[in-house]
């Protein structure tokens, strides 16, 4: 799910996985391979949205409107 959701970010922001990883200081193989197991930390997502000029928020939002960010 990760995988597809940074994609689909890089293409709206006009950029490839492969410069975004390189950009983040990751090889092309690096950036493959943890897109393919989804492991990223909170710190490394929002460093990707900062490069593509955008945000990345990680939430639970309860029904009572308590949050856990």
Same mark, same amino acid.
Do not use: P, W
């Given at each position: 799910e990760i995988k597809? &959701?940074?994609e689909t970010a890089c293409k709206i922001a006009g950029i490839t996985?492969?410069?975004?990883?390189?950009r983040?200081?990751?090889?092309?193989?690096?950036i493959? &391979?943890?897109l393919t197991t989804g492991k990223f930390t909170q710190s490394e997502l929002e460093k990707m949205a900062s490069i593509m000029g955008c945000e990345y928020h990680s939430i639970?939002?309860?029904p009572d409107g308590n949050r856990a960010e």
């Open positions: 597809q &959701k940074v996985v492969t410069e975004l990883g390189a983040m200081g990751m090889s092309q193989a690096s493959s &391979k943890r639970f939002i309860f």
